[in-house]
């Protein structure tokens, strides 16, 4: 299903759907939404997300719906690494 935008706000361009997955920090825990639905300018390459699904992604984060699977991510301290040249 594809959602109605207006053209971009900023440029005046074509706003097309994609699908898009966004990360979120949500109390200290990194959330990971597959395929959401996200306006992107063919101009500009500016991202809207309309308020509907934006309220659907504070329901996830709240808990209210279930998460579909867990992913596991490398995660590194950064700490500068002497260059070898
Ligand atoms: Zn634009």
Known sequence: MLHPYSDCYFCGGEVKEQRIAREVWWRGKLHLIEDV???VC???GQK???PD?????DK???GEVPPD???QVPTYRFSEVEQVS
């Open 37 to 39: 639905p996200i306006g």
């Open 42 to 44: 063919q101009q500009c």
């Open 48 to 50: 809207v997300i309309l």
């Open 53 to 57: 699904v934006a309220k659907a992604i």
């Open 60 to 62: 996830m984060l709240a």
């Open 69 to 71: 699977h867990f992913v």
